[in-house]
């Protein structure tokens, strides 16, 4: 049997990180993968596919320059699946081989096979032809992610009532579109298909959304929503989905409203893919959406093996993932990490986009931390007006007691960018008058934080 220090199962960005970092420390490391190709939902399914489409649709749609020349501007008139799905396979294999590359230098095992252990230091992986490996490691990584969540009730068909996978699949673009479900990946979707002036309704069972965001963020989103004609049904169950005869999806509401759409798009929670790993087997227990529990060090209750990325839950992003992956092994492994996961940043990739790090204003007031509020308009700055931008917003809050920058909230064009600059200040240490004292590149969108510093400064003089 073969024996490993580090056997990782995933390869999507925890488990890649994980065993990449683990190899740098001259260990023996497996990845087991149970897709042909590695780089899981990231990268076949989630956020690189749903990026590169994100980006064909604002270039062809011409929505970036809409604010200059008006709403029925477009560089492409009669948009097609096809076209707004082309990229995806270049940015995809791109990608790929980047990855593959990256563990074959750091001599990573990549082994294709579905894992599932057979004691907490034994693992099977079943190839596609049933051919087994048992393999035994001293540590692991489960990193085994989520796939959608589909409920029985939900009539999935793959061309008029999809998931959030199918939805990279379609050949055709709908008039109408329903999206079920306002989390991150709806909203994306739902925005998204809006910049395709597809009519879209958005349906959540929550009255508020994205409640780990600041509120004021939220309500801009809203606003920016429903200027734009989207329909946002909040606090809505759905209770019936079906396709009619005419090809029409009928969405019923537990309020007794019907939604009439050409499409339905399922993006309502995923499914940690824990169900066939024989985790019981390893003595390990799931909560009921297939989640694994961690301590601050990832370990699960089997101390050697550790779990990271979307199976511990929230937050959920690849960003956050691969951290996860990284401090695992350095854990693993005795070797000291260093890390601040309050200064995550948090990047949504709606139309506008948005992004955050630190702490919102709710937090503070439930803290009873003094705060005061700068922000700005970006159509207020100078580089707004030569981009034609219409909305969003750069808000940052600062401590009473010793100015020290808190939380920085962004909405707009370029926010998961721009956000990196508060995020360095965060993490230094830095204060108001960093942002009051410096100089800004004249025009940026990056000298919104400068803007938004006066704002603040004025304030706090005044009072
Ligand atoms: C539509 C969408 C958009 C997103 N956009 C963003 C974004 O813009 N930014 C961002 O940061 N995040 C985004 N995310 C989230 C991001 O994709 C996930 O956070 C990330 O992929 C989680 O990484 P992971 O390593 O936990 O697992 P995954 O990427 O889910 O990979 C898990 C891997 O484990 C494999 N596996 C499962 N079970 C077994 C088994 N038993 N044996 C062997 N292999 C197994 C799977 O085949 C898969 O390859 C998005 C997600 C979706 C769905």
Redesign the pocket.
């Known amino acids: 049997m073969t024996k490993y220090d580090f056997i990782v199962?995933?390869?999507?960005?925890?488990?890649q990180r994980a065993a990449i970092q683990a190899a740098k420390l001259d260990k023996r490391v497996a990845i087991?993968?149970?897709?042909t190709e590695v780089?899981?939902?990231?990268l076949?399914?989630?956020?690189i596919p749903?990026?590169t489409l994100r980006e064909s649709v604002l270039h062809l749609s011409g929505w970036r320059l809409r604010g200059l020349y008006g709403d029925g501007y477009r560089v492409k008139e009669d948009i097609t699946a096809a076209d707004v799905l082309k990229r995806l396979h270049v940015t995809l294999s791109h990608e790929m081989e980047i990855m593959k590359h990256q563990l074959q230098r750091n001599g990573v095992k990549v082994i294709n096979?579905?894992?599932?252990f057979k004691d907490s230091h034994t693992v099977t992986?079943t190839t596609s032809d049933g051919g087994q490996h048992t393999m035994e490691a001293d540590n692991f990584l489960i990193?085994?992610?989520?796939r959608p969540h589909r409920p029985d009730h939900i009539p999935f068909d793959g061309e008029k009532i999809l998931d959030?996978d199918d939805i990279l699949k379609i050949e055709e673009l709908p008039r109408s579109m329903v999206v079920i479900g306002a989390g991150?990946?709806g909203l994306?979707?739902a925005t998204i298909f809006s910049a395709l002036d597809i009519s879209i309704t958005l349906v959540d069972t929550q009255e508020n959304l994205l409640t780990f965001l600041d509120k004021e963020i939220v309500d801009e989103l809203m606003y920016v929503m429903r200027d734009r004609n989207m329909t946002v049904r909040l606090g809505e169950t759905v209770v019936d989905i079906h396709v009619e005869d005419n090809g029409h999806v009928i969405t019923k509401l537990a309020s007794g409203k019907n939604v009439v759409s050409d499409m339905a798009l399922f993006a309502a929670g995923?499914q940690g893919?824990t169900d066939?790993?024989g985790i019981e087997n390893a003595g390990l227990t799931a909560d009921k959406r297939g989640r694994i529990s961690v301590n601050e060090n990832y370990q699960t209750e089997q101390p050697h093996i550790y779990a990271?990325?979307?199976?511990i839950g929230f937050p959920?992003?690849?960003?956050?993932?691969m951290e996860q992956?990284r401090l695992a092994a350095c854990h693993a492994f005795g070797v000291p990490c260093y890390s601040r996961p309050e200064t995550f940043p948090f990047?949504i990739?709606a139309v506008p986009e948005i992004s955050m790090v630190g702490a919102t204003e709710q937090e503070l007031k439930e803290k009873k931390i003094p705060y005061e509020v700068g922000s700005v308009r970006i159509r207020e700055t100078a580089r707004g007006q030569i981009m034609g931008i219409r909305e969003g917003m750069l808000k940052m809050l600062f401590s009473l007691e010793d100015q020290r920058l808190l939380g920085v909230h962004v909405i707009g064009v370029g926010a998961t960018e721009v956000i990196h600059i508060g995020q360095a200040v965060i993490s230094l240490g830095g204060t108001l008058n960093y942002f009051v004292e410096s100089v800004f590149n004249y025009p940026t969108l990056a000298e919104s934080y400068k803007v938004a510093a006066l704002d603040a400064w004025n304030k706090l003089n005044l009072n």
């Open positions: 199962i995933g390869s999507g960005p925890a488990g087991i993968e149970r897709k780089g899981g939902v990231s076949h399914t989630g956020t749903s990026k096979g579905h894992a599932r992986a990193s085994v992610g989520t959030s991150v990946i994306e979707y995923r893919a066939m790993l990271a990325g979307d199976i959920s992003l690849a960003s956050t993932s992956g990047g990739y």
